[in-house]
C-alpha cells in the first residue's frame, strides 16, 4: 500500500467512520471553473477559470456526513483508508463498488467510484491525498475495475486540477445535477474518470 514517509495508511471498514469524520473536508472557494457554452452548448463547451467574489467556506460535511453514508448506501463493499494515527488520522478516503444506490456506478461491477477524498487543511500539499489516491487506484485494480470515477464540483478548482494531474480525463460535465441553493446553484458535476 502506498506510504508518505512516516505516515502509514491503513485499510478500514465502516466501522471507522466516526474517526474519518473527524478529518476536515471544508476549503474556501476562490475561484470556479465557469461552463460556457459556445454556439449555446452546438460549438462546444468551454470551462473558464474564474474568480469567486465573496469567496466562500464549503464544507462538504454540513449536510452529508460520513455518519450519514450508512443511511443511504450499504458499505459492506466499500473501502475506507485512513492516513496517520487511527487515532486521528491526517487523510481518509473512501471506494464505493458493487453499490447499486451510488449513480455513477450505474449497476456495473466493473467501475469503482473515489466516493471522498480529504486531508486535514494543515497537512494539505504534502503528499497524503496523493497516497490516498494511489491506494484507491490499487484496490479498485484488485477487484477487477476498467475505471474509477470521482464527482466534483467546478467549484472545487484545485480538486479538479488534482484529478487531472492523476491522469484523470473530464468524462461528463452536469450543469444541473444540484438543486439549486445558497451555494449550489452554481455548481455544475464534474466526473473525472481514471481508466484502469
Excluded at 508518505?4 to 474556501?28: K, N, Q
Excluded at 491526517?90 to 473515489?114: C, F, H, I, K, N
Excluded at 497537512?123 to 476498467?146: D, N, T
Aim: aromatic share 10%.
Amino acid at each position: 500500500m502506498p506510504t508518505v514517509p512516516d505516515m502509514p495508511l491503513r485499510l478500514a471498514g465502516p466501522e471507522c467512520l466516526a474517526t474519518y469524520a473527524t478529518v476536515p473536508i471544508s476549503f474556501w472557494v476562490r475561484r470556479e471553473l465557469a461552463v460556457e457554452l459556445v454556439d449555446g452548448g452546438l460549438g462546444g463547451i468551454r470551462l473558464a477559470e474564474h474568480p469567486v467574489e465573496p469567496p466562500y467556506l464549503r464544507d462538504y460535511d454540513r449536510y452529508y456526513t460520513p455518519m450519514h453514508w450508512t443511511e443511504t448506501h450499504d458499505l459492506n463493499y466499500w473501502a475506507f483508508f485512513l492516513a496517520g494515527d487511527l487515532s486521528a488520522p491526517v487523510g481518509a478516503a473512501s471506494v464505493a463498488y458493487d453499490t447499486p444506490s451510488v449513480p455513477l456506478l450505474q449497476g456495473r461491477r466493473d467501475v469503482a467510484e473515489l466516493w471522498d477524498i480529504r486531508v486535514h487543511p494543515d497537512r494539505r500539499g504534502q503528499g497524503i491525498g496523493s497516497a490516498l489516491f494511489a491506494a484507491a487506484v490499487a484496490w479498485s485494480r484488485e477487484r477487477g475495475c476498467v475505471q474509477l470515477r470521482i464527482e466534483t464540483q467546478n467549484t472545487n478548482v484545485d480538486a479538479c486540477r488534482f484529478y487531472a494531474h492523476k491522469g484523470c480525463r473530464l468524462g461528463a460535465i452536469h450543469r444541473l445535477a444540484y438543486p439549486l441553493g445558497a451555494s449550489a446553484n452554481r455548481e455544475t458535476m464534474l466526473v473525472w474518470c481514471l481508466d484502469l
